[in-house]
């Protein structure tokens, strides 16, 4: 527990060291640099064989102490946004762990981890309406992020020159060997995060109405391709071309143009290109997608068992262990939904998942609006049926800190694109003002129209004889 006070003392002075033209950045900036670059347990986390969505009892995370100090600087200032999605995932929680759930350490421990999700989408809710106002804040966010994907390509650099930066579990890097992980704990978490941070900077690197930056732009998406070829996850390095793919073609001419567009696409194809040799040799060996198949019965059976309430958060590889061996031996579903569905139960699932399907509606309405609402809703749009892709090909995303990092963003992008901007109210303010002047007649208009001509013709021939009159002329 002091580990964690002096690191919440930490990231306080963190935050105030942060210049004060920028500290509407700082809701997000905290705990993204948190969440990438330090992103450990605090506190005892129990056994370290335990296979789950987080520890195997109730630990204090630092992403955990960043978003809880964010979220009561936005409890104090009265600033609180985007509670009311989240608020009933919360309110089930509580009803399924008084009815329903064991009282085990897991159980504690998952919805502690749940709520630090939910947590971090009411903290980028809350912090997308300061920075949908403030084009340099926004601005310092996008850098950020950029450089956060710079450090990550400088990590695995290092690790794959044979320096043991962060280095993963003996037996872990034996299985993984050739994979990278960064400052992340696992390589495919890695290729998770990567793919948030590119996301976090297109939303953000907009600036007022002067577009995208095309060098920073390039820059973002080749490094974050090539941190994801060095995972060598299959899944994530296909979600970040397609992702790039997805978000070049979504781009309208306003913001990036055709020229811009089909670079972006050359990116792609190096991208590509780069990583075919990668993604063959895995699927070369292992063309199966492991024990998918066999585990995949086993949830369903689960969820028949358990529909409502689900077996409990961070708790499926122990219970549902208990009658099938492969599970037991610590491989869950490889499906995000399913673990999902099988922890949570289907309600507590399908409202988990009901912030993320407004976010997606929000953004199909604000895809052709310019500024950060519509740069957050492509990036969006974009990031949509990638994350659907992940999701159902592995169950990371609801784990470590990738959880907490996917809420963050996915908050973030939905209080930029219901957050009007500065260009946006002031547009609104003159077409209300045009609006509220009185209708006049066409016959009106003309007379009035003809008028106006009559007084400059007059003025101009008054013009004409002064000059005429005067010396010099």
């Known amino acids: 527990m002091i580990t964690a006070l002096v690191f919440a003392a930490l990231v306080g002075m963190a935050a105030l060291s942060i210049p004060r033209r920028l500290r509407a950045a700082v809701p997000v900036v905290i705990p993204l640099v948190v ?25 204090i995370a630092t992403w955990l ?15 609180v946004r985007g509670a009311v999605l989240v608020l009933p995932v919360f309110v089930w929680m509580l009803v399924a762990f008084s009815i329903a759930w064991p009282s085990t350490p897991e159980v504690v421990s998952g919805l502690m981890h749940v709520a630090s999700g939910l947590v971090a989408w009411i903290v980028g809710c809350s912090a997308a309406a300061g920075l949908a106002v403030d084009d340099r804040a926004r601005a310092f966010v996008g850098r950020v992020a950029l450089l956060l994907l710079l450090l990550e390509l ?22 993984l060997e050739g994979r990278f992980n960064g400052t992340i704990s696992h390589p495919n978490d890695l290729g998770k995060i990567v793919l948030l941070l590119l996301a976090t900077f297109f939303m953000t690197a907009v600036h007022g ?37 997805f978000w070049a073609l979504l781009q309208i001419p306003e913001v990036f143009s055709r020229a811009k567009k089909m670079a972006m696409i050359g990116i792609v194809m190096l991208g590509i290109a780069g990583s075919f040799g990668v993604v063959a040799a895995r699927f070369a060996e292992d063309p ?22 689900g077996v409990g958060p961070n708790s499926y590889v122990e219970t549902v262990g208990q009658t099938d061996q492969l599970t037991a031996s610590g491989v869950p579903v490889h499906s995000t939904y399913l673990l999902a569905a099988a922890e949570l ?13 407004v976010l997606v509606m929000r953004a199909l309405g604000a895809r052709r609006k310019a500024g950060p609402q519509g740069a957050a809703s492509t990036a969006v749009l974009a990031l949509a049926p990638v994350i659907l892709m992940i999701g159902w090909t592995g169950w990371g995303l609801l784990g470590s800190s990738v959880f907490p990092a996917w809420f963050l963003v996915a908050g973030l992008g939905y209080g930029l694109i219901t ?15 045009a609006g509220g002047a009185p209708k006049l007649s066409a016959k009106r208009r003309a007379a009035i129209a003809g008028d106006e001509i009559g007084s400059v013709r007059a003025m101009e021939a008054a013009r004409s004889t002064m000059r005429r009159g005067s010396p010099g002329t």
Not at 66 to 74: I, R
Not at 237 to 244: L, Y
Not at 345 to 357: H, Q
């Open 65 to 79: 102490v960043a978003l809880l100090l964010m979220t009561g600087l936005f409890v104090l200032s009265g600033r």
């Open 419 to 433: 957050r009007p901007s500065s260009g946006d109210s002031a547009q609104r303010q003159s077409a209300g003002s």
């Open 35 to 59: 969440i990438v670059a330090a992103p450990h347990i605090l506190t005892d986390g129990g056994r370290t064989r335990h296979v789950g969505i987080s520890t195997a009892q109730p630990a």
């Open 288 to 309: 199966s997608g492991g024990a998918r198949s066999q585990l995949t019965p086993v949830a369903h059976r689960a969820i028949r068992n358990a529909p409502w309430f």
């Open 209 to 245: 109405s002067s577009g995208l930056r095309r060098p920073h732009v390039f820059l973002a998406a080749g490094v974050a391709l090539m941190v994801a070829v060095m995972t060598g996850g299959r899944a994530v390095i296909i979600g970040v071309i397609a992702f790039v793919a």
């Open 345 to 357: 139960g289907i309600a507590g699932s399908v409202l988990l998942a009901v912030p993320l399907l």
């Open 154 to 175: 400088g990590v695995v650099a290092l690790q794959a020159l044979g320096y043991a930066i962060n280095p993963m579990a003996p037996a872990q890097a034996a299985l």
